[in-house]
Structure formats: structure tokens, C-alpha cells
């Protein structure tokens, strides 16, 4: 997704300085790739790091990922030659992600920041640039809900939101602050007050396809910005393809994890169910022995024009964004097994849109991998669904990478375009939240019912009081008169 950007910033003329862990293979005008030292995550998880990583093992592996990632970083080579140096930049652009401690070259060179996020809007995000992020129907990123959800998932995405914010500030945000302090200086702004002052955040999400939110101005949706119609596939491949009267099952795990390293049970499972359908499959992993004819492996594939080849059926899949983005851009339904972080809410998404079916890992065996792909086969409504939600995910008045690279331009022209900011990062928690206008809008009824009551109790303190009154004052006669009578008579 990042290469795809900076490619076509470096194409329109600008002179893109990238410092990251993955070197552009061929060398283009106007970009320059600086090697960053530090952990760099490719197809090189297995299937045990993965599976059954609750909630808190979730953050806790990518805190300390994070961090270490950073740590790591700050102290290359070619960062500190970036403190060192005079240049002058238009605009910092980062992933918005993990920890910020680079966040402070934005005070080093008085220059508007851009951020990235490669998945859809992350707990943190809203905090940074006011945009609104209500728990009522937006999902949380590491819960598996929809937009609609019943009163105890509302419950439940709401202490998830809390939570993973306080988590992010404490566990993250605070250590990076440490770092900034003692890379940048004291003179360093906080990382909070660095991370308000974002011009512009570029999402991986798309109305059409993840849940509909309000967004400010400097939250710009580019759901799809890598994909492109610009791949051809090699000519192997394409024969295999094309010869696949019956149709095509691909099979990938992303480029984080490698699927050979399936316990030999969920392995067999795939390959007793693939030997038992007419379907031609195409799997990325590595070696696995004991294959049916029907089944082809490579250790990389070129995903996004497989996908797009007219005889593939089905996508099975770990739920990652990138690619199931490009199943709906190419409308192939899915099997989705979603592993941690955000596969649990696309995959959820996804069989909710009627696309996709959902196969836990937990529970892979031959009958139910052969249930899941008859189903997705078989039944026409989900390439119907997927067809459909293509056209709509492709539907837009410019395409993802030119909105992306429209609104960078535009921070640049702008200067950060400060008149985007939104007010909402002026005000304290409880003002955004109008828990003080509240209070007061609440005091003045309870006033103004104390008013009420205490004036009605003097009224009625009154009336009865004048009431006695006469009461007394008519008394009098009656009880003179009343005398008078008996007095006669005697």
C-alpha cells in the first residue's frame, strides 16, 4: 500500500525520501529508499503464533513489537542522519499504527504530518484529529460485531473502546513520550500535542464496504489505494488458470503467515477435501508433501491478477484487508479464517454482506472444509453479493490512490492546512461530551423543580391557613347564638 503511494508521488514529481524495511526491487526517479534496521514481519509467523491469541496476549504481543520495533529504529544509522540533517520537507507522512516515536521529526523539521493506517480506523485514530468514533454502531477493531448490533454487544464494544484507548495511552503513548524526550530533546512537543496537530489521516476503508461513520475533513477513506490493473500474470499461471474448465480455489494466508506450518491434521483435512472436488487449487505456502494433482503451491503468488482471472470461484482466506479488498474489487467470494487483530471484524462483515462464509481454525476438518467450499460453490447468491459489492466498492468519483494523493497535495499547498483541524481537539473530554452542559441543563431542572414544589407548598400553606381562618371567625356566632337559645329556654 505504501509503495503504491510513494510510487505515484515520486511519478507526479515529487522527491519522496522513504525510510522503512522493504526497498523498492527496482529503483524509480525521484524516490529514495534509506534501510531501516529493526524486526520487519513477512511470511514468517507460523500458524501456533497466531491461533488462540486472546484479546490481551493480542496487545500484549504488539506492545512489546511496538516498542521494540522503535527502540530499534530510532538507533539505526540512517535515522540519525536524518536528525542530523538540514533538509527541508513539504510534508512527514507516517504509519499510523503502533507507536509515534518518530513522530518527532514533525517538530524537527516544522513540517505538516500525514498519516497512514493499512486497516481500517484503529481505536486511536479518532483521538487525533476529533473525529467522531460512537461505540453505539461503530465495531471495535478487535471485536467480531457489526454496525448493528444488540444492547449487550453495545455493552461490550463500549468497555472494549475504553479500554484499548486507556491501554494505547498507557502502554504506548507513555514509553514513546520517553523516547521522544530522549531522541529529540526536551524542547520536543508531547506526543499527544505532535499527534493533534495531524493535517491529514489516510484510512484503508471504504463506506461500501466496512461500516458507514461520520469523518471530519482531515479523515480521508482509501480503502483499495494498493490495488491497480497493471499486473499481467506469468504465462505458467496463466495457462493453469485458463485450462481450469471446473474453476479455480485459491488459497492464501497473507504475507504474515505461512500455512505449512498448519498442525498435520488441519493440513491433511485441505488436502483430502481439495482431492475430492473437481476444482483446479492454486495454494501459497510453502512445501507441503503428499498433493493431489488438482492442487498447485508456490511459496508467493501474484494475488490481486489470480483473483481476477474469470475462473476462480472461491478465496479462502485469513480475513486480512488488503486481500480480501481485492477479492471484492475482483467480486470472488470468500472462506474466511480469521487468525487475530481485525480478521475476526472483516470476516464478520463480510458473512454479514452475504460473501463470505466463516471456517474457525478450531474446528478445520475434511467435512467441514468440504461443507464450507460447497457452500460458497454452490450457492449463486454469493457471487451474486460479491459482484454486486464490487461494483459498489468500485464506485467513486476519483479512484483511491488519486483521493490519497489529492488531499496530500493539498496539505502541501496548504501548509497543513490548519482550517481542516476540527475544534473538537480544543475541547477537554467532558466538554466534547457536553457532560457540563448536561450537569447545568440538569441542575437547572432540578432547581427549577425545587422552585416549583416549594412554591406550591406555600400556596398550599396559605390556602389552608385562610381556610382555618374562617373557619374560626364563623364559629364565633353560632357557638353566642347556640348560648342565647339554651339561655331562653331556661
Known amino acids: ?97 503502533g507507536s509515534d516515536c518518530l513522530i518527532g521529526f514533525v517538530h524537527r523539521f516544522q513540517a505538516p504530518l500525514v498519516s497512514i493506517t493499512t486497516s481500517t480506523s484503529l481505536p486511536w485514530v479518532g483521538i ?171 511459496a508467493w503468488l501474484p494475488q490481486l491478477e489470480i483473483l481476477k482471472h474469470p475462473h476462480v470461484r472461491v478465496f479462502i482466506t485469513h480475513g486480512g484487508l488488503l486481500g480480501t479488498q481485492e477479492a471484492i474489487y475482483a467480486g470472488v467470494p470468500m472462506i474466511g479464517m480469521p487468525m487475530m487483530n481485525d480478521q475476526q471484524l472483516n470476516v464478520k462483515n463480510y458473512v454479514s454482506k452475504g460473501v463470505a462464509v466463516q471456517l474457525n481454525y478450531d474446528s478445520i476438518t475434511t467435512e467441514n472444509v468440504l461443507k464450507a467450499l460447497v457452500k460458497v460453490l454452490h450457492d449463486p447468491s454469493y457471487r451474486t453479493n460479491a459482484k454486486r459489492l464490487s461494483q459498489l466498492f468500485r464506485d467513486r468519483p476519483q479512484s483511491a490512490l488519486d483521493t490519497a494523493i489529492y488531499w496530500t497535495e493539498y496539505v502541501i499547498r496548504h501548509r497543513g492546512a490548519p482550517h481542516l483541524r476540527s475544534a473538537a481537539l480544543d475541547l477537554t473530554w467532558y466538554q466534547y461530551l457536553l457532560l457540563d452542559v448536561i450537569l447545568v441543563i440538569i441542575a437547572l431542572i432540578i432547581a427549577l423543580g425545587l422552585i416549583v414544589f416549594y412554591s406550591f407548598k406555600i400556596m398550599l400553606k396559605l390556602v389552608t391557613g385562610n381556610v382555618s381562618q374562617a373557619a374560626v371567625t364563623n364559629h364565633s356566632p353560632v357557638t353566642s347564638i347556640s348560648r342565647r337559645v339554651k339561655h331562653s329556654m331556661h
Open 1 to 97: 500500500m505504501f509503495h503504491t503511494f510513494f510510487r505515484a508521488l515520486a511519478a507526479r514529481g515529487h522527491h519522496v525520501e522513504v525510510y522503512g524495511h522493504h526497498p523498492l526491487e527496482k529503483p524509480m526517479p525521484n524516490y529514495t529508499d534509506f534501510s531501516i534496521s529493526g524486526p520487519a514481519v513477512l511470511n514468517d509467523m507460523s500458524i501456533e503464533q497466531m491461533s488462540g491469541m486472546g484479546y490481551y496476549q493480542v496487545l500484549s504481543y504488539f506492545k512489546n513489537n511496538f516498542l521494540e520495533t522503535c527502540r530499534s529504529v530510532i538507533k539505526s544509522q540512517n535515522i540519525m542522519n536524518l536528525m542530523n540533517s538540514n533538509t527541508t520537507y513539504d510534508v512527514i507522512i507516517t504509519h499510523l499504527l
Open 128 to 298: 487525533r484529529n476529533g473525529n467522531p468514533d460512537n461505540p453505539a454502531y461503530i465495531p471495535s477493531y478487535y471485536l467480531p460485531f457489526t454496525d448493528q448490533m444488540n444492547f449487550w454487544e453495545r455493552l461490550v464494544n463500549a468497555v472494549f473502546y475504553l479500554a484499548t484507548n486507556l491501554w494505547y495511552c498507557i502502554e504506548i503513548d507513555m514509553p514513546t513520550e520517553e523516547m521522544l524526550e530522549q531522541h529529540f530533546g526536551k524542547n520536543c512537543p508531547s506526543v499527544h500535542e505532535l499527534q493533534w496537530n495531524t493535517s491529514l489521516i489516510l484510512v484503508n476503508s471504504h463506506f461500501s464496504v466496512n461500516t458507514p461513520r461520520p469523518a471530519v475533513p482531515t479523515f480521508v477513506e482509501v480503502g483499495g489505494l494498493h490495488i491497480n490493473n497493471r499486473g499481467k500474470l506469468p504465462e505458467d499461471l496463466q495457462t493453469y488458470l485458463d485450462e481450469a474448465k471446473e474453476g479455480v480455489i485459491y488459497f492464501s494466508m497473507g504475507s504474515m503467515i505461512r500455512s505449512e506450518t498448519f498442525t498435520e491434521t488441519k493440513l491433511r483435512a485441505f488436502i483430502d477435501a481439495f482431492s475430492q472436488l473437481p476444482q483446479r487449487v492454486l495454494w501459497k505456502t510453502g512445501n507441503i508433501s503428499e498433493l493431489p494433482t488438482n492442487v498447485k503451491t508456490a
